[in-house]
């Protein structure tokens, strides 16, 4: 039996055009692997430790080998507890819109949560970095008004993309497959049509994840 872990990342719930696409995955994907668990974090309604004062001491007491104190230990238990929950998946799904041609806020704070040297990733001067969370498929639903077509001047603008490639990749994920609602509010009947054809292919996509 394996584990899904879905992660949601927009808070129009289900009006949101990349939400609704990877809730049709996740129904396809129960009715086909009935015996996986699927757990579901929505970013936006979790209680997420900030990242500042004991939390930020206590990750370079880490990083200099010291000994944690209680209160450094007491913030520390919280990053460590979001990092466990999300490592313990086998294969993930991650639902996210484009705000200011990146990723919304809260889906920031939740990865920089993850990023953890000794946890998601490691450093060697021999081997550089090395991502940590290996072996596991990732699909990723992307929604954004416009379109950033590659080789265009507006490729640049598409920081979503290549931030979570790049971050993901960098935990140690190398099956990431993407799918792409656009654009929701330049052209809402083209984007509703790209939406439908996705989830048209959505049930072949669930028997092979």
């Known amino acids: 039996m394996s584990k899904l872990l879905y992660i949601k990342a927009s808070p129009r719930g289900d009006r949101a055009h990349s939400t609704s696409v990877a809730q ?4 396809a994907y129960r009715t086909r692997q009935p ?8 970013v936006f309604k979790m209680d997420l430790p900030p990242f500042d004062g004991l939390t930020v001491e206590a990750k370079y007491v880490i990083l200099h080998g010291e000994k ?3 209160e450094h230990r007491a913030a520390w238990s919280a990053v460590e507890k979001i990092i466990e929950e999300f490592k ?5 799904v991650l639902s996210t819109p484009m705000w200011n041609f990146n990723i919304p806020y809260k889906l920031k ?3 920089d949560i993850l990023v953890q040297p000794g946890y998601t990733f490691s450093f ?3 081997e550089g970095y090395k991502g940590l969370v ?8 992307y929604a954004r008004g416009g379109q950033y077509p590659p080789g265009t001047d507006y490729e640049a603008f598409d920081l979503q993309t290549k931030y979570i490639e790049l971050i993901m990749r960098f935990m140690g994920f190398t099956d990431i497959r993407p799918l792409i609602v656009e654009p929701t ?6 984007a509703k049509q790209k939406k439908d054809n996705l989830i048209a292919g959505i049930d072949k996509l669930a028997a092979e994840f």
């Open 109 to 111: 704070h939740y990865i």
């Open 124 to 126: 060697s001067p021999e």
């Open 35 to 42: 015996a996986d668990e699927i757990a579901v974090l929505d």
């Open 185 to 190: 509010l330049m052209d809402p009947a083209a």
């Open 134 to 141: 290996v072996g596991k498929p990732l699909l990723v639903v």
């Open 68 to 70: 944690h104190g209680p």
């Open 24 to 27: 049709a995955f996740v129904d």
């Open 88 to 92: 313990s998946a086998d294969k993930y």
